[in-house]
């Protein structure tokens, strides 16, 4: 296939924290809102005067320092998001906003407070509860969380207006985003599809790392380009794979499955577009935040909500990508040390294979993947079995 024309320009943006479209933004006036996890809803992030980065360590090299800080036994990303701030990486930004849903993450960003790696004037962190079921009730707390700790602290800190308007404005950029991306990912369905899973990481990837205002006509315009694009006339893989677990921040592991002929089509992990990038429907009969935030409750597949019918959706939600998405197996990927995924991983690969029939792969990782030989090998041994399954 002729390469995308945008491809470059969204793969500079993914090569640092501070990358050309946060300058511009902050350039603008806008304040730059450190986020670390998707259960702070991202349109609260990107209220009028604001905009949402979340936190990478992208060309890690040594963690040394986050491991001093943090230990060797807690997740990788955690510590190399540390090494980073530690090293200044994200002296741009305003404030820091986490959840108390990682604990392992929490560590992390309590670090980066108290150790002071922003010294940036009027610098604050805030912490707020996430529920671990998915009821009313949990819904309630959620929306009270949400507004004392991420708009409160917005409103009183940099004057952005939290009304019901502003929130629908919001909401609204957010929506035109994910519309772009399921735009470009229903051409991940066809027989031969004309996008690559790693071309589609790349974008989706900068959708969460840049101005939501500066992105959208990038994006619109790989949209445009990919509704004439062709697909090879002889197929580059061999099988298609559905990717489910923790964090994938870099597309670089993305290309190396695809590198052994697993193309992927659909990622059900943390920087993933299904289903954080499903557009927020809104009506007039309650108030946005609290719409905003059952949608996030309900369409949640993050491993920290344990209840049984929350365990049971998340298995049938891969089961149904695979499905919509004709995909050959599952590859349920974990980063190493994370505590959610690590049970997740174990029961969820276990069931794809016995209970639904679908073949499997079950791996563990590091942050830093580079070119490993013992992935790559993983996967190659993986499309074998898949293309020995047809014989």
């Not at 050309?20 to 009028?48: K, M, Q």
Request: glycine share 6%.
């Amino acid at each position: 296939m002729r390469d995308l024309s945008q491809l470059y320009y969204f793969e500079r943006l993914l090569e640092e924290a501070n990358n050309d479209l946060v300058r511009e933004g902050v350039a603008a006036g806008l304040h730059p809102i450190g986020s670390v996890c998707s259960l702070i809803p991202e349109p609260l992030l990107n209220l009028p005067g604001c905009f949402s980065v979340r936190l990478r360590a992208p060309r890690t090299g040594s963690i040394d320092i986050g491991t001093y800080y943090m230990s060797s036994l807690l997740c990788e990303c955690c510590r190399a998001v540390l090494e980073r701030a530690v090293e200044g990486g994200y002296q741009f930004l305003d404030c820091v906003i986490a959840p108390d849903a990682c604990s392992q993450m929490n560590r992390c960003v309590e670090n980066i407070e108290h150790l002071k790696c922003v010294d940036k004037e009027g610098f604050f962190v805030s912490y707020c509860d996430a529920p671990m079921k998915s009821d009313d009730t949990a819904l309630r707390h959620y929306v009270r969380q949400m507004q004392a700790h991420v708009l409160a602290p917005l409103r009183e800190r940099f004057g952005v207006d939290i009304s019901d308007e502003s929130l629908r404005k919001a909401v609204g950029q957010h929506n035109r985003i994910c519309s772009l991306l399921q735009e470009i990912s229903e051409y991940r369905k066809e027989e031969d599809p004309r996008i690559t899973g790693y071309e589609f990481a790349v974008l989706c990837t900068a959708s969460y790392c840049c101005p939501k205002a500066l992105l959208i006509d990038r994006l619109a315009s790989v949209a445009e380009e990919l509704r004439t694009r062709e697909a090879d006339p002889k197929p580059a893989f061999r099988v298609k794979v559905v990717v489910a677990g923790s964090e994938i921040d870099d597309p670089g592991l993305i290309r190396l499955m695809e590198e052994t002929g697993a193309r992927v089509v659909a990622d059900r992990f943390c920087f993933g577009s299904l289903p954080e990038r499903v557009p927020i429907r809104l009506d007039d009969t309650q108030d946005v935040l609290t719409q905003v935030c059952r949608h996030y409750l309900t369409m949640g597949k993050c491993p920290r909500y344990m209840n049984a019918q929350k365990v049971s959706e998340r298995q049938d939600y891969v089961r149904q990508l695979v499905q919509e998405y004709r995909a050959d197996g599952v590859i349920y990927q974990q980063m190493k040390f994370c505590d959610y995924w690590g049970y997740e991983r174990a029961y969820a690969s276990k069931n794809m294979r016995e209970k639904y029939g679908v073949p499997t792969l079950s791996i563990d990782r590091p942050y830093v993947t580079g070119n490993s030989g013992q992935l790559r090998t993983r996967f190659q041994a993986f499309v074998e079995s898949l293309e020995i399954k047809r014989l």
